[in-house]
Structures are given as C-alpha cells and as structure tokens.
C-alpha cells in the first residue's frame, strides 16, 4: 500500500501491498466472536446478528477492519462510540486515533448475511425434513462475511466463538464447548475455549440438527506422553441412514497415527470433527478442529471403491494441512503451494500407507496429473509460486497447478533429495515456524538443512517456471533393427517466458516386450535428466522394445511424447499392460495427444472400447469412461459422433453384462451410458432403468442413476407428459436436494426453445420464480441449458457477451464464476476452419474490446476460450485421419 491510509469503494479487493502495509503495523492479540444464529429457521430472515471485540496493538494511528455486513450498529473504539458514516465504507471499517503506545479494544456490532452461495455463512433448508442447517466457508477471504477481522493470512490471533441457536441445535466451532447456557427464550448459548493463534480464514462455525458420531484417538508420543484428540463426524439428519460415521472416525483415526509419526509433532487443535455440508463450493476445508466437506462424499448411491479411495484421499489431504496450513501458514497467497501443493502430496501419500487403499497412486496419475496438465496448458498458465497482487487473483489460484502440479513436483522433490530428507525438513520447518507464517524461502532452507543441496537451482527450475515439459525416447538402429544409440529428450516451452524447459528429473525409465498378449518389463533403469538429454546405454545392442516408457514409476511432472512402435503397441495391446501405475501413465499421455491434437480422438475411443474393461483400478476406469463421453461429445469430429456414439452404446450394453451385477464396473458403465443416452442413443436401456425393477440388465437403479436417466430421457426429447409426471412424482416420494436439482437440469436440458429461454434467464438472473437460487441449483440448471445442440444454443451467443460483465460486475465471485462458465458457448460442431469458427471469434473480439475488464473475469474467458479452441483443433485433427 502506501504509508498514509487511503479510503476507497468498493474495496473487498484486498490488494497485497494493503496487506503488507497493515501486517506491518499491527499485532492482533485475540478477538471475541458472539454470533446469534436463533433466527435462521425463519426464511424472511435475511441477516444476523454478529458482535466482535478486536484486541491489537497498532503502529500507526488509523487502520482498517473488514466487513462485509448487511448494517452496521455501532462501532466501540476503546469504549468511544464513533461516526458510523464516516468510518463504514462498503466493506472496511475506517479508524482513525488509535492508540500507538497501548493496545486498543474495537468492538464491532452489525448485521451479517446469511448466503445462499457457500461463501461466508451458508444457509440451507432441508427439502427432505424442512430442517435448517448452517455452515461456515471462508477461503480465502470471506470470514469478513461472518464477522470483523483483518482479513489475511499473515494476521494471526486467538480466537473465542460465542454461538446462539436453537436449544436442539448441534453448535460447534474450532475449539471444544467449555460452557453452555439455556437462555429464557427458549434458545442456548455455547462458549468455546480460545483457539491457538490462527488465520481468519480457517476459522469454522456449524449449527442445525446435525447427527453426530462420536470417538476419541488416543495415542502415545514418542515422550511417553499420552495424546486424546475427541472425534465427531457429523452430517444431515435426513442422510443418517446413509452416513458410515463410524469408518470416517477410523480413517480419520488412521490417519491421525500416521502423521504423527511422520512430522514428529503432536496434532495441535484438541478435537477432531469432520461435518459434511450441503451445497458445499469444494471438496472440503482444513479448518482446524472443524473440517468441512461435501456431502457427496455421504453416499446415497452406490459408492464404488475408487470414490471411496476419492473420498479417503480427501479426508487425509485435509489433515496433512493440520501442519502444513494451519500450523505454519503462507504469509500472503503467493506462496498458497505451500500448504495446497503439500497437502496434495502428503495426502495421497498418507492414502496410500496409512489406509487399505492400494491404488492411491494410480488414481492420482490418472485423475489429480490430468488436472495438472489441463491447467498448465493454458494460456492462463503460471509458475507453481505465483504472482497474486489481489484476493481476486487468489480466489482463482486453487487450481490444478497450485495443487496437483505441485504435488507432482513435490513427488519429484522426494525422489530428487531423498524421502528422509524431505521427512526430515518437514518436521524442522514446523517446529522452527509453529504457529507463524513462512515463504519459499523458508521452506527451502529446512530442505537445504536436511538434505545437503542447494535447493535454488532446482526451486528456479521447477518453480518458478512455467509449462509441461514432455520426454521422449530418441534412438537409431542399424540395418538389423539393433539399438545403437538412444537418448532420453527433454522439451518443451515456458509458454509465460518462452524460453526452453530444462528442469532436472530422477526417474525411471521402463522397456516392456510383447509376450502372449502381455507387456512384460524388461527393464526400468533410474536414470537423472539434468538437462536436455541423458543417454540410455541401457538399450543399446537390442531390437527396439514393443514400449518405452518414460517415468516408468511416475516419480515426475512430465507427458510422454510416445515413439511409433510404442504408441502403435498401446493402441492395440493396452490391455496387456498389467501393472497399474504405468498403464495409468500411458492411459494419461495418451488423452492428452488427444487433447493435443496429435492422436485421432475415433483411435483414443477405440482403444476405450478395446481395452477399458479389462482396468480393475476403479478410479481409472471411471476416469476412461469419462473420456470416453468426452472424447466423442468434444474432439471428435462431428460427422462421426452418431457412429461412435452407437458403437459405444452397443459395447458398453454388452459390459452391463459382462460385469459381474453390482460391482463398481457395472455401476459405472451404467452412469456412463446413461450419459451417452442423452443424444438419443441406447433407448432401451433409459426404458429399463426408468421401468419396472429388476431390469434385464441386473443393474440395481439408485438415486444417481435414477435421475442421470430422467436427465438423459429429457436431453433425448423424450421427456413427454406422461415421463415428467412420473419424474415429478419420484422426486415428491423421495424430495432430496439431489432429486429437486436434477429436475432443474432435465427440464432445461428438453430440446425445446422455450425451455433454453427459460433456463438461459434463470442462471443469468440466478433467480426463478421461487425466488434467489443457491449455488447448486443455479449449476443444475446451467448444465440443463448445455445440454442441447450447437444450432438450439446459438441464439443465446449474442446475449451471454452482452450479460457477462455486468454479471461479474454485479454478483459475488462464486455466483459469478458459475454463471460465465455455466452458459459460456463452448460445446461447438466444427464446420469450416478452426479459424472461422463464430464462437472463437465472438470470444476474441469481447477479449479485445475489454481490455479494461477485471483480470479475473479475462482469466476465466481465457480459460473457457482456450479449451474450446483445443476441442476445435482437435476435431479437426479427428476429420483429418478418417
């Protein structure tokens, strides 16, 4: 910022150099947080009432304090009321006299709003029950929704939560409940004992008539001292039926065990409490003491092992940020790998040695790398220790670079310094930092400490650059076919630097022959790639091997450009490849090609249906269904959709009944034809699973697969009179938020004009005729919209580029970020050249015609823009290998 305090509005956009400023100039000591939660069954209720008492010191004589409140009662500063006119502005609360020589007290009395878009305190009525549940998310900037706080990361204090609710109510918060009051009106108060010195943002407040599973991990340190950490897993009563509390305090137990033993310091935060919430923005918060998570993780349907592992995965990335996050804690959003990279790492890490799932790795090459790889293909690219100069940009960071390419590059750390000398840093890192707020730097001295190495070289290479870089196997052979040399090539582009990609690796590299039908390793020999290339001396004097494999162990952040013999063998022999990480490395490069451009998407869908059902990994399978759906619906061209379309249904029929009835791929190939259905294929199929129960498929139709049909029916034009009232009649028998949101997608997704109309002008308002949607509902309702062809959306084109700035100018970055990604035209038929494509085009002229636009809302248009140029080119590619 600037040494004087500058006033402006709007100003929720915290900027880093304000920041910086005030972190420089206070030291918070505590803050008290009473929040009277006793109205919010009452729906004409729109806010309520929340009372903070600051304590800090300050070494200037004015500051601010954020706020974003419906109003604004008083405001206390060292017991003096003061002008509310002039020290509220928008989001801030302006002070002036302030003490330079004493601590000062501000309390800080108004009125918060309850949300409906899972930012701040959000609030949710059980369609089920009419219950009503209320759930904290403040990542990274939106505890101010809640409460008064200096809203940043390197402003740490103690906090004590004073909640009010419903005598029956479940109330909870970071710390245990050391006192609670009936109160006259019939409601109860709880106080909770003071956090340690924390963020604002991994604060947590729950409250409703949660059901709750209790249990308590006890476990002796390496002091012999004996540790007690109270458990509780807790979800909506009307799910309880559905709930496995009970594995959920086992895992989180487990998980517990493993960790201590790998830091070496004892879980800091007393209780342990996992709430699964509705209509939650992510996959869960690391508040400590307090975690959040979506409630899909409560299974209703099915749950095949690979989302058990999904959720299990989840579960211990949370707790790895007991340390990493919320023990030691960025200073600023720059430096959000620090805990997000760590945890992606470390979680999977713990998933797959502290738990009974075994393909924990396999899953993370196939699903978490792809995500890596997507990401840092775009435009919108950046270095995995990013430039963030405002809370807008960190709001968009949570990406798959900041996460799962981190988490590569942290695997690759592992293998480069040795998993004891990481273990080893780690555990000096929190001891030195406990309770502070670290940069790179500081983590890079723990490692050089640790492991003996100068660590700059290789933190400039790998993190502070940009892009992917791709490896390849290089080789000549003389007239007999024999190896007489061969090379390990590094390449790749910096797309932010343009400079050429050189980054060290220790990996391995594997030789695999033909035998029977089965790729059998020959070889995996560790090779370091330091540079460009690394001879591999290994293969020299033999015939070229049927597959070679680059990152064999998938020790490192790479793709894998495949020479002819190996691509040739995977495409025809993929089955054979029976060991499940490096398959699932192959399966990984393999769609990006596709997606690159540089593979025929018919060949990629082929060796799907060749190869797919022979994968016992339950995550990769649903990962290559679900490309499978993609592949055909985006990169192939679109004269041979229906072809592919009919053989995909035909062959995947024919799995309904190869597969053993309830197993996870059965269960899977069904959600996967159901969603193949939607263009009109496999009509027998929808009529089984829509009709009488047991079908001829032996498929068992749960509530997912209930409605994904419904979905398929309407996308179909087959929703008529008589379906939808049998539709609407399943969802009053059985009125889940599930059920009410997938109406909302299948009748926007009828191929009827008045449909999209009316679909088109309740995401962009986020309003239908019930009233304000909430974030699940308006996302529901967006993907209905989508579903139709090119020619039935085209008419909304000019409308979604006139809406799109006052829609981000106007709403909340969640609301916002669903509505511009939900309606953007990005489903789009190849017709001439990818360069005349109208959708393209109509996306760069607003780009140059608002160059002024926030970089938030250009970041997402980029983003959308890009992948929609990447499934153009790659139809096109598609048409030419016919």
Not at 227 to 232: C, D, G, K
Not at 597 to 618: C, G, K, P
């Amino acid at each position: 910022m600037v040494d004087t305090l500058q006033r402006y509005a709007p100003n929720e956009n915290l900027r880093r150099d304000e920041a910086a400023w005030r972190a420089r100039n206070i030291e918070w000591h505590f803050a008290e947080v009473q929040l009277d939660l006793a109205n919010a069954a009452d729906r004409n209720a729109t806010s309520f009432t929340s009372i903070t008492t600051l304590n800090f010191s300050s070494r200037e004589p004015a500051t601010f304090i954020d706020f974003i409140h419906e109003s604004v009662a008083e405001v206390l500063v060292n017991g003096t009321a003061i002008d509310l006119d002039t020290a509220v502005l928008d989001a801030r609360i302006y002070l002036d006299n302030l003490r330079t020589d004493a601590p000062n007290t501000v309390k800080i009395t108004g009125q918060a709003i309850y949300s409906r878009s899972g930012e701040g305190l959000h609030r949710f009525v059980d369609p089920q029950d009419g219950e009503t549940y209320l759930y904290t998310q403040f990542e990274p900037s939106e505890a101010r929704r809640v409460f008064a706080c200096f809203e940043q990361p390197d402003l740490k204090t103690s906090y004590r939560f004073a909640l009010t609710g419903p005598a029956d109510w479940h109330l909870a918060s970071n710390q245990p409940i050391v006192d609670e009051v009936v109160n006259e009106d019939g409601t109860k108060t709880v106080v909770c004992s003071p956090t340690p010195k924390i963020s604002s943002y991994i604060t947590a407040v729950l409250a409703g008539p949660y059901h709750v599973v209790r249990g308590e991990h006890v476990q002796k340190l390496a002091d012999g001292e004996e540790l007690s950490i109270q458990m509780a897993a807790t979800c909506r009563a009307s799910l309880a039926e559905h709930f496995d509390g009970e594995e959920i305090i086992k895992l989180t137990s487990q998980g517990l065990d493993y960790y201590h033993e790998l830091f070496d310091y004892p879980y800091p935060w007393g209780k342990y409490d996992s709430a699964f919430v509705p209509e939650y923005n992510l996959g869960a918060m690391e508040n400590p003491g307090l975690v959040t998570f979506t409630e899909r993780y409560v299974f209703t349907s099915h749950a095949t092992e690979g989302q058990y592992e999904q959720r299990g995965n989840t579960l211990m990335h949370e707790m790895a940020h007991m340390w990493f996050g919320d023990l030691v804690t960025m200073k600023w959003w720059d430096d959000l790998w620090l805990k997000e990279s760590f945890a992606d790492y470390i979680g999977t890490l713990a998933n797959d040695e502290a738990t009974d799932f075994t393909t924990a790795w396999t899953t993370f090459a196939a699903r978490r790398k792809a995500w890596a790889y997507v990401a840092d293909q775009m435009p919108t690219t950046h270095p995995i220790v990013a430039d963030i100069p405002d809370l807008l940009a960190a709001d968009q960071n949570f990406d798959g670079i900041t996460y799962a390419k981190g988490a590569s590059v942290l695997k690759q750390l592992a293998a480069f310094v040795g998993a004891d000398a990481f273990r080893d840093a780690a555990r000096a890192y929190f001891r030195k930092h406990a309770y502070g707020n670290t940069s790179l730097d500081d983590f890079l001295e723990a490692l050089e400490a640790a492991s003996g190495r100068d660590m700059g070289q290789w933190a400039d290479a790998w993190l502070k650059t940009s892009g992917v870089p791709k490896l390849h196997v290089q080789y000549e052979t003389d007239e007999s076919g024999t190896i007489t040399s061969a090379s390990l090539i590094q390449s790749g582009t910096d797309p932010v630097t343009a400079a050429p990609i050189a980054r060290p690796h220790v990996l391995s590299v594997g030789a695999y022959e033909l035998d029977s039908g089965k790729l059998r390793r020959t070889d995996s020999v560790q090779v370091e790639l330091a540079g460009e290339q690394v001879a591999l001396d290994f293969l020299i004097g033999r015939t070229v091997p049927d597959l070679l494999l680059p990152n064999d162990g998938d020790e490192t952040y790479a793709l894998i450009e495949f020479d002819p013999v190996s691509r040739a063998t995977l495409l025809g022999h993929l089955s054979g490849l029976t060991d499940s990480l490096p398959r699932a490395t192959c399966w990984a490069s393999l769609w990006d090609a596709v997606r690159s451009a540089t593979l025929d998407a018919q060949s990629y869908v082929q060796a799907i249906l060749d190869h797919a059902h022979a994968v016992t990994d339950a995550g990769v399978f649903g990962v290559l269904t679900d490309q499978l759906a993609t592949a055909i619906a985006k990169y192939v061209a679109p004269e041979l959709r229906a072809g592919l379309r009919q053989q995909a249904a035909a062959t995947l029929t024919g799995w309904l009944t190869e597969f053993e009835a309830g197993s996870d791929q059965q269960t899977t190939t069904a959600r996967t034809l159901v969603r193949l259905a939607r263009s009109g294929v496999a009509p027998e199929v929808l009529d089984a699973f829509l009709g009488e129960q047991p079908n001829a498929y032996q498929v068992t139709v749960d509530e997912q697969l209930l409605w994904g049909s419904y979905i398929a029916l309407a996308a179909a034009g087959r929703l008529d009179e008589a379906a939808e009232a049998r539709m609407h009649e399943a969802a009053k028998a059985n009125p889940t938020s599930v059920a009410q949101n997938s109406v909302r997608t299948a009748l926007a997704a009828r191929p009827d004009p008045q449909a999209k109309e009316t679909a088109f002008d309740t995401v962009l308002m986020a309003r239908d005729e019930q009233g304000e949607l909430s974030n699940d509902a308006l996302s529901a309702t967006a993907l209905g919209f989508t579903l139709g062809s090119a020619a039935l959306l085209a008419p909304f084109e000019e409308r979604y580029w006139a809406a799109i700035l006052p829609v981000f100018e106007t709403m909340g970055m969640e609301f916002a970020t669903r509505v511009i990604e939900g309606l953007y035209p990005g489903h789009q038929d190849l017709q001439g050249s990818v360069e005349q494509n109208e959708a393209l085009a109509a996306a760069t002229s607003w780009l140059e015609r608002h160059e002024g636009a926030p970089a938030a809302l250009k970041r997402i248009l980029l983003e959308e823009r890009a992948e929609l140029q990447r499934s153009l080119q790659a139809q096109a590619y598609s048409r030419a290998s016919r």
